[in-house]
C-alpha cells in the first residue's frame, strides 16, 4: 500500500520504475578470448597423444634440421599411432638431398634400438639404403673416417656392400688400420671370405696387431688355413696376452705341440729385454705351474714394470713370505695387489712379526685403501688392536678413530679369532670397553662384537 502511495508522490509508475532500470547502464562484457595459435614445437612435445600426432602432421609442411630431430624423437613415441605419424615424416627425408641431415643424426637414430619399445631395424634399413646410394657415398665415406662405435658400424656396413669385388679387398685392408678397433674386428671377419691369399694378408696384419683381441681371432683362422702351425703355435705361447696364450695351449693340444719344451728353451735362452717377453715366458711359466730359474727372478723383479713384478710374486710368492712382504711398500698398484693376494693365506705366525715391522713403517703414510687390506690380513681382534695402539699414539688426529669406528661398525657378528692370544684379546675387548663407557664408541658394540 505505502509503495503505491510513494509511487503516486513522486509521479513514477511501477512501469516508469521498470522503464528506468532496463537504461540503467550495464557493466561492460568481455569479448570472447581468442584461443593462441599451436605452432607444431608445442604440438609434438605437448603430453596428449592427439596433439602430438597433429603437430607430425603439421611438421612436415617444410624440411629442417629441428623439425627432422623432433620426428626422431617420436619415432619411439609411447602412442602407436605417433609412431606411425612419425615414420610418414621421416619418410620425407629419405632422399639423397638431406643424406648429411640424416648422417648428422645417425646417433639419434641408432639409439631408438636401445629403447626397445618397438623394432626400428625397419627405419635403419631404410637408412643404409639411403646412405649407400651413389649421390650419399662419398659422405657416407667420410663420415665413416670420423665417426666411432655404432656409427661407425652402420657406414662400414654400408660402405662393404656396395664395393665391387676387386674394391672389397682394399676397401678391408684400409679398415684394418681404422681408429675404432670394432670395424677392425668386423673387417677381419670380412677377408675371411676373401680368396685365400688375400685372406693371409689381412692375417698377417691381425697376428701383428697390437690388440690382443686380433691377434688372437688371427691366429684361429691361421692355424686353420696354415699347414705349418707349428712355428705359429710356439711363438703364441709366449704371446703376452694371457687370453692368447691360453688359445695357443688349447691348439698346442691339439696339434701336438709341447708347451713345457717351449717354455724350458725360453728359459735356456736370453733374459728377455722387453715387457711383452717378460709376460709372455713368466705367463706360460704360470700356466705350466712351473718355478724360473733364480737368475731370472731376480732380473725379473728389477723390471720397471709393476705388471712383471706382479707376475714374479704370483710365481714365487707362495715359498717366499718375505718377497710379499717386500711387495707391500711397493708404489705400483698391481705389486701391491699381488703382494696382498698372496700374504693371505700365509699362516698368522709365520709372518707375524716381519709383517707388524712392515707394518708399522708404512702406516703414517699409507693410504686409507692400503691400510685397510693390510688390515685384513691380521686376526680380528689383533687388528682391533693395532688400531687401538695407534689410537694411544696420536689421540688426537681423527682420522684413527674414525676408522676404529668403521672396524667396529664393519663387524656384523661375533667375532670368532683362534690366532690372538686370550691376554691380548682380553686387553683390546677391555679398552674397547672404556670408549664405549666415555660414550666414543655406541653402546652395545663391545657385547655384539663379544
Known sequence: MWKVLLQRLTGKTSTTAKTERSVDPVDPVDPPEVLPVRDWKWLVMSWDGFHR????????????????????????????????????????????????????????ILALEQRRREDHGATIQKLEALLATPECLAQTTAAFETSRGAC????????????????????LVASLHHADFSVRRAALGRAMALPLESAQKAI????????????RLSFLQAIELQTDRTRLIEDFLTDPSSAARSTALWAARKYGVDPLQVLQAQLAGEIPATKARWLGVLGLAQSLGMAIPQGWMNAALSQNSGEVRALVLSLEGEGRPDLLIAAIADPSRPVFEAGVRGLRPQPWKVIESAFSAQLETLWPAL????????????????????????????PAE??????????????TYSITDRETSESERARVVAKLTALEKDGVLPTGSVARLT
Do not use: C, H
Open 152 to 171: 661407425t658400424r652402420l657406414f662400414f656396413r654400408v660402405l662393404a656392400q656396395t664395393k665391387r669385388a676387386d674394391e672389397l679387398e682394399a676397401f
Open 398 to 411: 681423527p682420522s684413527v678413530l674414525e676408522q676404529l669406528r668403521a672396524w667396529v661398525y664393519g663387524q
Open 53 to 108: 600426432e597433429a603437430g607430425l602432421r603439421q611438421i612436415r609442411s617444410s624440411q629442417s634440421t629441428e623439425r627432422l630431430a623432433s620426428i626422431i624423437v617420436r619415432l619411439n613415441d609411447w602412442v602407436p599411432q605417433v609412431r606411425a605419424a612419425a615414420r610418414d615424416a621421416f619418410a620425407d627425408y629419405l632422399t639423397p638431398e638431406y643424406g648429411p641431415w640424416l648422417i648428422a643424426k645417425t646417433p639419434a
Open 204 to 215: 698377417a696384419y691381425g697376428l701383428a696387431s697390437n690388440s690382443s683381441i686380433l691377434r
Open 367 to 394: 693410504s686409507a685403501s692400503r691400510r685397510q687390506a693390510l688390515l685384513e690380513l691380521m686376526p680380528k681382534w689383533t687388528q682391533a688392536g693395532y688400531l687401538l695402539q695407534q689410537l694411544s699414539r696420536t
